[in-house]
């Protein structure tokens, strides 16, 4: 019985963490990745640079082989606005 509280007690703080990462992380004020698998091959694309517009808006800047392309996103949408190659 002594040990129930404790327990409790500690469930309750790791949910309130994990519901504030996960507030956070949709809001776009946090961003956590897992580690990428050793045995996976070498990307050929590379998000470069991430820029937040709004709660639910940003511009995307994406390398992929040897072109760069800026992407804008929102909720329902995904829009290519300019590409270069090098």
């Known amino acids: 019985m002594d040990l129930i509280q404790p327990f409790c007690a500690v469930l309750l703080v790791l949910g309130l963490l994990g519901g504030t990462l996960l507030f956070l992380k949709n809001k776009g004020a946090a961003s956590f990745h897992l580690p990428r698998r050793a045995s996976a091959g070498p990307r050929r694309m590379e998000v470069v640079e991430r820029v937040a517009l709004g709660p639910q808006h ?29």
């Open 58 to 86: 940003a511009l995307h800047l994406v390398r992929v082989g040897n072109r760069s392309v800026v992407v804008a996103t929102g909720p329902s949408s995904c829009q290519l606005l300019c590409e270069e190659t090098q």
